[in-house]
Each structure stands twice: as C-alpha cells, then as structure tokens.
C-alpha cells in the first residue's frame, strides 16, 4: 500500500467550530488530492495539489480551504464546520512520469459534525 | 464536463455467479479508465486501469474489463464471484494529461455464500 496517513482518524465536532485534517505521504508523490464520500455521490473531489504552494478547486469546495506547505503534506481546513460536512474523507495522492498513473487512498477520516 | 454513470446502484449475487457492472462515461476526447474497488470499512483500492492498446484489461483478483469505445463503456466483469468480493466497487476516468479523475456514484455488490 502507499505511504499515506490520514489524521485524525475519527472526529466528532460541533456545527461552527474550525476543523483540520491532514494527509501525510511518504512516496514524494506531486499530485494529492481531497475528496468527500457521501451514499449516493461516490467519491467527489474538494481541493488537488499538483505542488507545493500550488492548489486547485474541485467540484464541491465551498466551505473547505487547503494548504501545502510541503511536498509530504496537504491540509483540509473547514473554517466553520456545518452538519452538511459530515463525511467521510479520503485523501489521494499520484504520480505522472511519462503517462498518468492512478490514485492511491488513505484510509479516510471518519468526521461527524453535530 | 465530464460525467460516469454507473447504472446498477446495488448487486446482489450468488457465489460463483458471474459478474458484469456497467460504468459509461460521457466525454469525447481521450481517457484513462480505472475501476476500484472498497472493501467495507477500507480505503479504495486501484482494480485495473485501461490507458491504451488492448481494450481488454485484467486486474487483480480475476477482474477484467473491457473499454469499448463506440459505446464509451468499460464494464467489470468476473466469471465466477467469491464472498469475499462482497465491496463496493467505482468506476473513474481521467481525461489523458490531466489529473482531475471523476468518480461514478458507486455499484454496492454482495454476494450470497
């Protein structure tokens, strides 16, 4: 598997308050990626990183900040989290050396907001 | 924009028979495909991917999928399923040079010993 970990594993939070998560890799990947899991939507994509300092929104990134500061980690931020934020989250990370190759998961974070 | 569609929302079988998904996907240019499967309570790991050359692609554990392009399909199949192929499975494509993957909604597949 790849060097991905997911921090916290599980959170439980109230409606308002600011939430981080974050994703740490070890394989020196460039891309990485946060996408929400939701029954009914499959995976859909918030924030990618193709570089340090470099960011893009996805499909459903209102509400939701990121930052990479370093190559090995990118953070997820709701700046006030609100219930319709209870997910769960997966980062991803890829590489391209020549030809697009695929994503590889962490192992999500499981975050409730009441 | 691009969109997949994955028409049979929950699947359920019985060991030994045999599989097919539908996954279509909507874009005119060229793609990456890939197949993933969730096992329950795991992350989401790779299948197989289609970039190019045979249209007919195998993956781990006995999974193939062949990518039709006339059709813009690339179904899931597997001759002979097993319990432990009770997951969630997810069809993705990428447009070639990109890296945004757009996911389908998910077929959730049980299989009955």
């Known amino acids: 598997d790849a060097g991905i970990t997911q921090s916290p594993r599980h959170k439980v939070t109230e409606t308002g308050t600011p939430v981080t998560l974050r994703c740490h890799q070890t394989?020196?990947?460039?891309?990485m990626y946060w996408y929400r899991q939701d029954p009914g939507h499959g995976l859909r994509l918030i924030h990618y990183?193709?570089?340090?300092?470099?960011?893009d929104k996805g499909e459903v990134s209102d509400g939701y900040s990121v930052s990479r500061s370093k190559t090995e980690d990118f953070l997820l931020t709701l700046e006030s989290a609100t219930s319709s934020q209870t997910s769960v989250y997966f980062c991803?990370?890829?590489?391209?050396?020549?030809?697009?190759?695929?994503?590889?998961f962490g192992d999500g974070t499981r975050l409730s907001i009441l | 924009a691009q969109s997949v569609s994955q028409h049979n929302h929950h699947v359920i079988l019985s060991e030994a028979a045999s599989l097919e998904l539908g996954c279509n996907y909507s874009?005119?240019?060229?793609?990456?495909l890939f197949w993933y499967v969730q096992y329950p309570g795991q992350h989401l790991q790779l299948l197989l991917k289609?970039?190019?050359?045979?249209?007919l692609v195998k993956g781990i554990k006995g999974f193939e999928a062949e990518f039709i392009k006339s059709k813009f399909s690339f179904n899931l199949r597997k001759p002979s399923v097993q319990w432990s192929d009770t997951a969630e499975y997810f069809c993705?494509?990428?447009?070639?040079?990109?890296?945004?993957?757009?996911f389908g909604t998910g077929t959730k597949l049980q299989v009955i010993p």
């Open positions: 991803a990370i890829s590489e391209t050396q020549g030809e697009d190759q695929p994503q590889h």
């Open positions: 394989e020196n990947h460039r891309y």
């Open positions: 990183s193709y570089g340090v300092k470099d960011t």
């Open positions: 874009y005119g240019g060229t793609v990456n």
């Open positions: 289609y970039f190019s050359g045979d249209p």
């Open positions: 993705a494509v990428n447009e070639r040079g990109y890296q945004k993957v757009t």
